[in-house]
């Protein structure tokens, strides 16, 4: 590259750096009036070489508008969250503004971010190479057992409702799905996507937007009007419960199970035919119970589905806080614990 070409190069990313650090910065003023975590810039350069200049190798997940990677950053073992798209750059700016406000065990946390390029770049600490869809439905992946689904459950239950009750102004995610949600150290279950995630305004009791998410997931209130709240992430929640406890993806469930003689779609219509039909034990994902089904077991299991259906109850009113469902499933855990040990 001779000094011409580096030198356009250099301007670019200066005009890059100062366009998007205004961006954020006017984010952060009316997210947070500025308040947020320290976090630190990092350039171009570094990113590549951090990820061996984006290595599909190295991809721990990809979205519809960005994919993470692991890397190392200055001898430390990084993620590096890349937005692949145009469309992309909110969910960035978005993902960087209240991902720097966390604090909690069970959310990635954010180290810094990169405003050199294009669309931002951001950089969290490490997590393993395997989200929880690749745990739940990899086939060369090892059993989760019981305790460790109502592990995860717990942990991802106790990051929602830091995000619903630990701010000033409610956070509701609308990102809740099993390929958002990575493990760091020893499995620990964290949470890291923000790029769709809005505070509920003062004074306010719920917003208004245009419909986003995943199917499966996705309230029936939010889908029939774009309005949402907290009780939203509770619909998503108990989605994820249901893949925890089946095996089965959140939707096409026909395409799952060859066993049903008619079309069923969504997990929980999926669940709820087995639950009438007095079939409870089929729905269970057999890698859960791979040789003998005790009693004991057997009962836990049952208040796995019970709990889930609760939050995926049609009226949003009638579904439990996030703050419940996180003291529900610690009780559930505690007691399979006991039960295994």
Not at 89 to 115: P, Y
Not at 321 to 330: E, G, S, V
């Amino acid at each position: 590259m001779n000094f011409f070409s580096k030198e356009r190069n250099r301007r670019r990313k200066e005009e890059l750096f100062i366009r998007n650090g205004k961006i954020l910065l006017e984010r952060f003023i009316k997210s947070c009036n500025g308040k947020c975590n320290p976090i630190r810039s990092f350039s171009a350069e570094e990113i590549k070489i951090a990820t061996n200049n984006y290595d599909p190798q190295n991809i721990i997940t990809k979205d519809g508008y960005y994919n993470l990677y692991e890397g190392f950053l200055q001898d430390r073992q990084v993620s590096v969250m890349k937005f692949t798209d145009e469309g992309g750059a909110e969910g960035g700016f978005n993902t960087i503004v209240f991902a720097s406000q966390m604090r909690h065990k069970n959310i990635l946390k954010l180290i810094g971010c990169c405003l050199e390029s294009q669309l931002p770049t951001l950089v969290f600490e490490s997590a393993q190479r395997l989200t929880l869809a690749n745990r739940i439905y990899s086939p060369g992946e090892p059993h989760l057992s019981l305790t460790e689904r109502l592990k995860i459950a717990m942990e991802i239950a106790n990051a929602i409702a830091y995000l619903h009750c630990g701010f000033p102004r409610p956070i509701v995610s609308r990102t809740i799905k099993s390929s958002n949600i990575v493990f760091h150290g020893e499995n620990i279950a964290k949470l890291f996507d923000f790029e769709l995630s809005m505070s509920i305004p003062e004074g306010e009791t719920e917003i208004e937007d245009s419909v986003k998410g995943t199917d499966g997931y996705a309230a029936p209130e939010y889908v029939a009007t774009g309005i949402f709240n907290e009780m939203s992430d509770v619909y998503g929640f108990g989605t994820l419960l249901l893949e925890l406890l089946t095996g089965k993806r959140a939707i096409n469930v026909n395409g799952q199970d060859e066993s049903l003689e008619h079309r069923v779609v969504s997990l929980q219509d999926y669940v709820k035919i087995h639950i009438a039909r007095n079939d409870f034990t089929k729905i269970i994902d057999p890698k859960i119970v791979a040789t003998v089904l005790t009693p004991e077991m057997e009962e836990q299991l049952q208040a796995f589905p019970e709990l889930a259906l609760k939050c995926l109850n049609w009226s949003a009113g009638d579904r439990p806080t996030m703050i419940d469902l996180a003291k529900q499933l610690r009780n559930m855990y505690k007691s399979a614990c006991q039960i295994m040990s």
